[in-house]
């Protein structure tokens, strides 16, 4: 079955300190993999795909088909990057996403 | 140019009612979704279409229909509203496979 898991729903650490986001996906194909965040009264947007592998707001996240992972991380969190983070897999077909259930990221002054 | 936009933002509903939630884009995307978000659940797909004039089921279709008459409008309904279907719905598009879905910013709908 696919699935995307997020084990930790609360993530709270202080302004400064390194974060890393858990998401664990099971899927039989070639996965596609994505984080999304929603920003407190915005609208749920894309933040980084494994395909770009690219850094965006200081996060990245590295696919990791062995351990079947792909955390989000950043060196220094800032109060900004408070927020809902989603982990989603693209499931074949037409785009279709299935989302993990979400990790709050709380930072704190 | 304004995206996604959903109506209405909000919605009490009496349990047995019917229900539309409305959805339009202007980007012009093929594909397009509906998702409920739930907490501890996160967002799960109700039902997309692919391109105008089809529609398929998501992972929790029961109780939800779609129609995609045209390009721009994919609007939900719910036949008779239970309250199992309190939750935030949320429109979504994109342009092909593997891309970037782009939301509205949802409606809160409760079933009372």
């Known amino acids: 079955a696919q699935r995307v898991t997020q084990p930790e729903k609360l993530l709270s650490v202080f302004k400064g300190a390194p974060v890393e986001l858990k998401c664990n996906y099971s899927y039989s194909g070639s996965p596609e993999l994505f984080w999304y965040v929603q920003y407190s009264r915005q609208r749920l947007q894309l933040l980084l795909r494994?395909?770009s592998r690219e850094s965006i707001k200081g996060f990245t996240a590295d696919l990791n088909k062995g351990e079947t992972s792909f955390h989000l991380k950043k060196p220094f969190a800032q109060e900004e990057d408070s927020a809902m983070y989603y982990c989603a897999l693209s499931s074949g077909g037409y785009n279709k996403l299935i989302f993990g259930a979400g990790t709050r990221l709380a930072v704190h002054p | 140019i304004a995206g996604i936009t959903q109506a209405p933002t909000s919605q009490i509903l009496a349990a047995g009612r019917r229900m539309t939630l409305r959805c339009t884009q202007d980007?012009?995307?093929?594909?397009m979704y509906w998702y409920r978000q739930d907490l501890g659940l996160g967002l799960r797909l109700i039902h997309y279409s692919n391109t105008a004039g089809t529609t398929g089921k998501g992972e929790v279709p029961d109780g939800y229909s779609v129609s995609r008459a045209n390009t721009d409008d994919f609007p939900l309904t719910l036949a008779s509203a239970v309250p199992s279907q309190t939750s935030v719905y949320f429109c979504?598009?994109?342009?092909?496979?593997?891309?970037?879905?782009?939301f509205g910013p949802g409606t809160r709908l409760t079933v009372l």
């Open positions: 980007m012009r995307h093929n594909a």
């Open positions: 494994h395909i």
């Open positions: 979504a598009s994109s342009e092909a496979r593997a891309t970037e879905q782009f």
